[in-house]
């Protein structure tokens, strides 16, 4: 399927025309409906749990979050997208993962109440539209939607920062994805036109503008991933396994990988064990990439930033090991596709999609070539989306 009606680059989306009608048909009660963006990250891939850079943009895809109070203890939860209910009581919401869709609004309805928010009743739809378990951040903007809708009804507000990260504590305890802070906090501060050059240490961040003749293309592997169990916790626990042994072996003021050099860590390679190293090499020529690629497209040089996504892709291959065949297949026929500056996959990895980023004038000829070349490689038919930067999360009724 490809998603024609994403291709007309807009930014302002409509709220999905049978949300309202649903939720008065299902709950009884007129909603207010609330948004939150997925993601695609340009370059700086599992550098954000290290204290490092990444380079997010916000995309045209959203989740909504409809809501209504209810005037007893219990979340009702239905997703259009599952066609499937859910329901729990607020008294008995204790972090636990349950391996359900239902945890991520469990979990912001948890995190929120354990830090002071009167969390009352709710009745909550859902539709999405960020393709599920494609490293697109479909679970980002399901928890950011909920806890927009969740702080309106309770009448306090909170800033921006403080939804991130009450969203990713969320996904800690009641998901069980050790994420970074990546995806939360570009669904809260995305904005149209632009991508977001996030230090993870210090959340200072700067919003650079992309380019009027480049466009972002996303082509999906059809490939799901899982990162709970497919080996995203045990990625971070080898680079944090880096960082004690680098300090056990007196490399002073190392509180991250973001604190080490490349010069730094080859001088180290004869103690780590090689696959830590390998995790570590990529965390810390990935930072360096990001840091280069964000000069690069302050002075529009997409040579130069295409280069550095290909660099950052074979590191995600060959170190960190979080790509897969359906990944490397895609990123190499764009490769040889004309007017294509870079490519690589993006999100977790294990499955997902890749971004691309080529001139304006190439896309058409692009989505066939790549297309075609991809079905007739691995039997499967991608998905593409050609993205806009697209803005944060807030209520539906701002676009
Ligand atoms: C997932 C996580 C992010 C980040 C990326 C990899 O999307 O949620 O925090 O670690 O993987 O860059």
Redesign the pocket.
């Known amino acids: 399927m490809m998603l024609q009606s994403k291709i007309d680059e807009t930014t302002n989306v409509d709220i999905p025309a049978d949300l309202s009608a649903e939720f008065l048909h299902r709950f009884g009660s007129v909603p207010q409906i609330f948004r939150a963006p997925g993601r695609v990250?340009l370059i700086?891939?599992?550098?954000?749990?290290n204290d490092g850079f990444?380079m997010p943009v916000a995309i045209q895809f959203y989740a909504y979050v409809a809501v209504a109070p209810r005037d007893d203890m219990r979340i009702r939860l239905h997703s259009l997208n599952l066609e499937e209910s859910a329901e729990f009581s607020l008294s008995e919401n204790a972090p636990r993962t349950r391996g359900h869709w239902s945890d991520y609004i469990r979990g912001v309805a948890g995190v929120l109440s354990a830090q002071g928010v009167a969390v009352g009743g709710a009745d909550l739809m859902i539709q999405s539209e960020v393709p599920v378990g494609s490293?697109l951040?479909s679970?980002?903007a399901i928890e950011v939607g909920t806890a927009l809708a969740l702080l309106s009804l309770s009448g306090r507000a909170l800033a921006p920062i403080e939804i991130a990260r009450a969203c990713?504590r969320a996904?800690h305890q009641y998901v069980g994805?050790l994420?970074?802070?990546?995806?939360?906090f570009i669904a809260c501060f995305g904005q149209a036109g632009r991508a977001l050059m996030l230090d993870c240490r210090s959340l200072n961040y700067e919003l650079v503008p992309t380019t009027d003749d480049t466009r972002i293309v996303i082509c999906n592997t059809g490939v799901k991933h899982e990162?709970a169990s497919s080996g995203?916790n045990s990625r971070?626990a080898d680079c944090y396994a880096g960082v004690s042994s680098l300090r056990a072996h007196g490399i002073p003021l190392v509180r991250a990988l973001r604190d080490v050099t490349s010069a730094t860590l080859d001088s180290c390679r004869g103690f780590l064990p090689e696959s830590v190293f390998r995790r570590c090499r990529h965390v810390v020529t990935e930072n360096e990439r990001v840091l280069h690629a964000a000069t690069a497209l302050k002075t529009q040089d997409m040579e130069t930033f295409g280069r550095l996504m290909y660099e950052s892709h074979r590191s995600l291959q060959n170190d960190y090991e979080v790509s897969c065949r359906e990944l490397d297949v895609l990123v190499e026929i764009a490769s040889g596709l004309p007017g294509v500056y870079g490519a690589r996959m993006t999100?977790?990895?294990f499955g997902g999609c890749t971004v691309n980023l080529l001139r304006l004038d190439a896309v058409e000829e692009f989505i066939a070539g790549i297309t075609r070349e991809y079905k007739r490689k691995t039997g499967i038919s991608a998905d593409v989306y050609v993205c806009v930067a697209a803005r944060g999360a807030g209520s539906a009724l701002e676009a």
């Open positions: 990250n700086g891939e599992h550098t954000d749990y990444v490293g951040s679970s980002a990713q996904e994805s994420c970074g802070i990546m995806d939360q990162h995203y971070r999100g977790g990895g």
